[in-house]
Nanobody, 117 residues
Framework: QVQLVESGGGLVQPGESLTLSCAAS??????????MAWYRQSPGQQRERVAT???????TYDSRAEGRFTISRDDAKKTVSLQMNNLKPEDTAIYYC?????????WGRGTQVTVSS
């Protein structure tokens, strides 16, 4: 059974940093991986895409993440990470990793990020 497990969330103060990681289970077929991404969802809001990275390492970012967040992937390890710097209270949300493959789309269960003084 394919599983994605996020880690690295927590409570930080404004201006601090966090790195989120997402690992796919051993049964995940790395050869089928296409785009990997991070999304987030705040209470009462729709889930929104934060960043994506293609198989050729081309990255895209939401305008609010541009310049502060960095997405990276390691296909050999079947992981995708999100380095978040200069965090703001409005970054508070549950963060989800997403992996798109040739045959299906997968979501993790999410990790909470709270930015508060």
């Amino acid at each position: 059974q394919v599983q994605l497990v996020e880690s690295g969330g927590g409570l930080v103060q404004p201006g601090e940093s966090l790195t989120l990681s997402c690992a796919a289970s051993a049964s995940f077929n790395a050869f089928k991986i296409k785009t990997m991404a991070w999304y987030r969802q705040s209470p009462g809001q729709q889930r929104e895409r934060v960043a994506t990275v293609s198989p050729s390492m081309i990255t895209t970012y939401d305008s609010r993440a541009e310049g502060r967040f960095t997405i990276s992937r390691d296909d050999a390890k079947k992981t995708v990470s999100l380095q978040m710097n200069n965090l703001k209270p409005e970054d508070t949300a549950i963060y989800y990793c997403n992996i798109d493959t040739l045959t299906a789309n997968y979501w993790g269960r999410g990790t909470q990020v709270t930015v508060s003084s």
